[in-house]
């Protein structure tokens, strides 16, 4: 009798020992080295502060360190997730490709033509292609944002007009097609484009409808913007440092879980799109634009998706000599 009371004691204290654990507070923290008003902030990751919070009952919540503050810089974002400096960290592929090679295929031009498109073809394959370029964190997004105009100095909506012009990509792997447009490829962080396109250096960047309007402001410093171009894209990712997930209590690992993903990505890819549609609004009320938008003739098209074509042969030749042999399934799957 004695033996089943303290048997009975010791339970109890087990399990109000797990229920304090589950009930017990936790605050993620989350780094990114965008500034706080940007869409990425105001948008996904708002949704996933209410998300965690509304679910958990309050117990589980997140406070964001954005402009770098756990961090200056973004091409370290992936690392920090992974060392922990931050619980999650939010960081663009293309600044460590190397680390990402078969996401890398999402940047390409295909049949995508927005964030949202290209986000949901790049989750369709993540479980069959991706998913071992993840193995050191807990994946929350992995999401695009669209290269879907020039925004130039020169006019750059023919073949013609492509001929020699100094041309800033969405990513340096993109640089075969660059090439292959008859264009010259030029290496430059968007921070360096409006400064670039101002002094003629370049004559052209690869651009989203936002990077038209405030902040970024392209459209002082353009004389064309160009629309109906072989979009390209920039892959992005919020990322969870391991360690700190397998140490949540079950419910906040669940609830995790529950909004990682495709719902969290879709989020990202809506931060995006968003954003392109109210500057888009913007650019078309905009009576006093002093450049002139062009639209690429279907023609003029057809020409660039052929040397589009070109390019994408020498990245996948390139990729097989890396030993990549599965690169064109993967295109292909991206681009059903």
Known sequence: MKFSRITMAAALAVGLGVSAQTASSEELTVATFLPPQHHTNTGMFAWFAEEIEKRSGGSLTMKLYPAGQLGAGPVQQYKRAVEGVADITFGVSGYTPALFPKTMMGI???????????????????????ADEYEDVKVLA?????????????????????????????????????????AVPVQMPVTEMYTGLSTGTIDATTASYNNITAPWNFSDVSTYVV??????????YAVMNKERYMGLSDEHRAIIDEVAGLPMSLELAKSFDGA?????KMIEEDQAKKYEWVVVSDAERAKMDAAVALGLEEIFTDYEGRGIASVREIYKALNP
């Open 108 to 130: 390409l031009p295909g049949t995508a033509v927005n964030a949202d498109q290209s986000t949901r073809a790049i989750w369709g394959i993540y479980d069959d292609h991706l």
């Open 142 to 182: 992995i999401g695009t944002v669209a290269g879907n105009l020039f925004a130039a100095t020169r006019d750059v909506s023919t073949m013609e007009g492509l001929k020699g012009a100094k041309v800033v990509p969405y990513a340096s792997m993109t640089t075969p097609i660059i090439e292959a447009l008859g």
């Open 227 to 236: 629309e109906n171009i072989p979009a390209s894209f920039a892959v992005t």
């Open 276 to 280: 392109d549609a109210r500057s888009k």
